[in-house]
């Protein structure tokens, strides 16, 4: 699809619904977050200072301090980085690797799908987070570590809808058409049957990616995965936790809410996302 | 003079999973089918008879269980299906879908449709060459140039009737199926269709076989009728033969059904109820015994075997002596 | 008097492309015993027509004009609680796709009994009865064990005779067929439409028989209507119609419909396209793509010619 096009279709696709374009404005800011974060943070991220400590928001400190003196809103947006990079990170993998497997399978049926049906079973097998947790304390506490956790956790969902999407249309007339115009089984399922099922596989993979991102924030909430003290929306929230008895409710409110945004905005722009993908919707 | 097309003893099973052990579907059952050069044969019967097998295994998507395809006396059925799509005889057979169950791939526009087999059966590999191809084949089947950038649900049905023809003839095949391509058409567009379908048999010296559920649309386009019933063959005839002088009594039944406006009022015999199990059916019994108005004892000892009830005119049937009934 | 009648009825539907104008000004009536078959293209209004009669539109859909009279009584103006003791009891609706009609997950006799315990006031004891009497109204062979069928068991033919059965059950008025045979085989077909005609004439019962294939219209239909993109273009008996039609529009539907004595190079197509129905329209819709079209057709409202008792044409220059 030609850039020009997209941008039309794109404009169309938002110009439709007022909510998606809401959503990709303030995820568009959450990656400028992301790439520009330390330029963008009024203060160091890591620098503490003592004196103070736990500050409600102020003019200087608009999100408050947290307990070692930081200031918050520079960790939140430092720590968009590491969140949205972790869970884009691990939604791309799993996007990749699920709608290989996923394909063979219901194309090919037979061994193939016997197989990897049963790998996933035994994914699944598990309480996903559970998994995950024993997959990090396995492999060691890092960025990598979670990356690979959530992902092969996730590659059941994409593996599923890859297999029942390509099996449903495995007999439809321009696979046929296809077989006949000279395609081999592999060209037919990677020309022909893959790029109609990438625009719902898509729509899926966005409405996933909150999940990630709650499933990364959660690895390191709970201890597992990234060390204080780097900035991570996770850690914040498990940091501040502590603090809303004595009600400092800034340490935790600000980190979790900006998981809140991610995890909402990522979800709308799941369906405005389909209709920018969607053939049929093209003019 | 050697027939394009002959199909030996043509038979697919399928392996019927929750049933008795070793019970198996008998979706096309020793079938022998001619397809001479510039030929159009039209295929009927209703559902389950089994010509949409037909349509798969000449059309070489997928492996018969016995006999075989020889195309110009070639065996093409002596290599597996995948192996088939490599050699030169995938060009020569193609074949046009019923529009109506999505033939056309809804992420390609009609230019890529078209242009896809030119670059896997042709090899054609220059974007200048492939165009100019492209939109000959357009030209030929009367589809505008602008609307080969359009995809499919852009594109009304009588276009993308012709997209699918297209497609299909622009590697120029000697043996075109078609199969249904016209029943998801209003009947407007369908006289276009039908009568370009006529014109490229002609131009391009093609043969067909038009696969129909509609017997009207058949009688206009085939010189030659077969007649299927629970995958065996019961009758073949000249098209005019079949429809005026029908002797199977399937066929006989399928002709009286036809609506006819100039039969308004008459009560004419009617076939009722459906065929049997073509799950392992008994192979020394006409299929047909049970639903057939003359069913004898000597049809549930015997199948009959096709044979000349007339010039160029089979039936399978016991009695198949006089002809009885038709249209004129 | 006829037993339904529908006049200048008029339906838009409001989408989000625009005012689609469905329906405009159609009129038509149906007397008792009588098999009147409504004939077009897709796109033409006959399945909106159908369904405005039953109530059953979108709620996208709106009357803007007309009335639908069934034994006197104004379906339009019925409280909708009215209307749903109507349908069924008096008014009945077979559809497309049978096996996709009935409930999948309920036994074809239960469902024939719902029909009759909705509508029948018939003691529950007697329903199962009752409902195998049904099936063997419509020839359906052995009718106890076929009722304790789901309808996945049954062939396509035999679910449409199911439906048959449920529709007449209560002995209705009014039968509207919206393409009952398309998608059945031509065998099928022709016992399906044998038995509704026999059933049509033998209960006295009013029948709207809506489809595409004109060949069939004209073996079973007293009266033809033939509609184009929304409107009535001509109604006649059978006879008339397809020997002397005079809209041109009927004429080259005609001309296009194979039938068993065609000749391939005479079947003709009609030119152009269905005009867009949500733009402003001419008072004729057919007048982009008629041969005898004058500018005098896109001026003035377009009249209702009467060529004889039985047979109307809405055309200023018939044939």
């Keep these: 699809m030609s850039l020009i096009v997209l941008a039309r279709n794109t404009g169309y696709a938002f110009g439709e619904n007022r909510l998606t374009l809401a959503a990709a404005v303030i995820l568009a800011l959450l990656a400028l977050c992301a790439l520009f974060g330390p330029s963008l943070a009024p203060f160091d991220p890591l620098t503490t200072a003592a004196a103070a400590k736990l500050a409600p928001p102020s003019t200087l400190h608009p999100f408050g301090t947290d307990a070692l003196g930081r200031d918050i809103l520079s960790r939140v947006i430092v720590a968009a980085r590491l969140d949205l990079g972790m869970a884009i990170s691990a939604v791309a993998l799993s996007f990749l690797v699920g709608l290989a497997l996923g394909s063979l399978a219901g194309y090919f049926g037979g061994w193939t799908d016997r197989i990897v049906g049963r790998v996933m079973d035994t994914i699944m097998a598990f309480p996903l987070f559970v998994l995950a947790m024993g997959i990090v304390v396995a492999l060691g506490n890092s960025v990598l570590n979670i990356i690979i956790a959530t992902m092969i956790i996730n590659l059941p969902f994409y593996c599923r809808f890859a297999r029942s999407a390509v099996n449903v249309r495995r007999d439809l007339g321009y696979v046929e058409a296809a077989r006949m115009g000279g395609n081999g089984s592999l060209m037919v399922l990677l020309n022909h049957i893959v790029p109609n099922i990438l625009p719902p596989m898509m729509v899926q993979a966005s409405l996933n990616m909150g999940w990630a991102i709650l499933n990364a924030a959660g690895l390191s909430f709970i201890g597992l995965g990234v060390r204080p003290p780097t900035p991570e929306w996770g850690i914040m929230v498990s940091e501040g936790a502590s603090y809303i008895i004595s009600g400092e409710w800034w340490a935790f409110m600000f980190p979790g809410a900006a998981l809140v945004l991610a995890v909402f905005c990522f979800n709308m722009l799941g369906d405005g996302l389909r209709d920018l993908l969607d053939p049929r919707k093209r003019v | ?328 | 008097m006829a037993q339904l009648e529908i006049d200048n009825l008029s339906v838009e539907f409001r989408t989000r492309h625009g005012v689609v104008r469905a329906l405009e000004s159609v009129t038509l009536s149906v007397a008792r015993g009588e098999i009147v078959g409504v004939v077009g293209e897709s796109g033409s209004g006959k399945s909106v027509t159908a369904y405005t009669v039953m109530g059953l539109n979108d709620e996208a859909a709106e009357i803007t004009s007309g009335r639908i009279t069934m034994g006197g009584i104004d379906l339009l103006a019925a409280r909708p609680e009215a209307l749903r003791e109507l349908r069924g009891r008096e008014m009945a609706m077979i559809f497309q796709s049978p096996r996709t009609a009935l409930n999948p997950i309920r036994k074809v006799g239960k469902q024939i009994e719902d029909v009759l315990l909705e509508h029948a006031n018939l003691p529950r004891r007697n329903l199962k009865k009752a409902a195998i009497a049904a099936l063997a109204r419509v020839r359906i062979p052995d009718p106890e064990r076929r009722a304790e069928a789901y309808p996945f068991e049954l062939s396509g033919g035999m679910c449409q005779r199911v439906m048959i059965a449920m529709a007449l059950a209560c002995t209705p008025s009014v039968l509207i067929a919206d393409e009952p045979t398309t998608g059945l085989d031509v065998t099928t077909q022709a016992v399906i439409m044998d038995l509704i005609r026999d059933m049509s004439r033998s209960t006295r019962m009013s029948t709207l028989l809506i489809t595409h294939d004109l060949g069939l219209a004209g073996e079973y239909c007293d009266r033809i209507a033939v509609m184009h993109a929304g409107h009535i273009v001509e109604i006649a008996a059978t006879e008339t119609l397809l020997d002397h039609p005079a809209h041109p529009y009927t004429r080259q539907l005609l001309a296009a419909t194979p039938v068993p004595d065609s000749r391939l190079y005479s079947l003709t197509s009609i030119p152009g396209q269905l005009p867009d129905l949500r733009s402003a329209l001419p008072p004729c819709r057919f007048s982009g793509r008629c041969e005898r079209h004058q500018p005098i057709c896109d001026e003035r409202e377009l009249p209702w010619a009467q060529l004889s008792p039985a047979h109307i044409v809405r055309c200023r220059f018939p044939l």
């Design chain 2, 1 to 328: 003079m050697a027939p394009l097309l002959e199909a030996r003893s043509l038979t697919k099973f399928y392996p019927i999973k929750r049933a008795a052990r070793g019970a198996k579907l008998h979706a096309v059952d020793n079938v022998d089918l001619m397809i001479g050069a510039g030929e159009s044969v039209g295929l009927v019967g209703e559902s389950g008879c089994g010509k949409s097998t037909i349509v798969r295994l000449l059309g070489r998507l997928i492996d018969p269980t016995a006999g075989q395809i020889l195309l110009d006396g070639e065996d093409i059925t002596a290599m597996s299906q995948a192996r088939f799509v490599s050699t030169p005889g995938r060009r020569r057979i193609q074949v046009v879908f019923q529009d109506a169950t999505e033939s056309l791939n809804p992420s390609f526009r009609a230019f890529q449709s078209i242009a896809d087999p030119l670059k896997r059966l042709l090899g054609l590999r220059k974007g200048g060459e492939i165009a100019k191809r492209v939109r000959s084949t357009a030209a030929l089947v009367g589809l505008p140039q602008e609307l080969l950038q359009r995809y499919p649900h852009q594109l009304s049905g009588g276009q993308r009737a012709r997209v699918g023809i297209a497609r299909a003839i622009a590697v120029e095949p000697s043996l075109l199926i078609l199969d249904e391509p016209t029943s998801a058409l209003d009947v407007s567009v369908q006289a276009v269709i039908l009568r370009l379908l006529a014109d490229l048999r002609d131009r391009l010296a093609m043969s067909y076989l038009f696969v129909s559920h509609d017997l009207n649309v058949v009688r206009l386009l085939c010189s030659r009728v077969v007649v299927m019933y629970l995958g065996k063959i019961v009758e073949i005839a000249p098209a005019e033969t079949l429809f005026t002088g029908p002797r199977h009594p399937y066929t006989q039944a399928l002709v009286a059904a036809i609506p006819d406006p100039a039969r308004r009022g008459e009560a004419r015999p009617r076939l009722d109820g459906s065929p049997t199990s073509p799950i392992d059916p008994d192979p020394n019994a006409c299929r047909f015994y049970g639903r057939c108005p003359k069913s004898a004892d000597l049809c549930a000892e015997a199948m009959p075997p096709l044979r000349a009830v007339g010039p160029d005119h089979f039936a399978a049937c016991h009695f198949a002596l006089s002809p009885v009934g038709g249209n004129p």
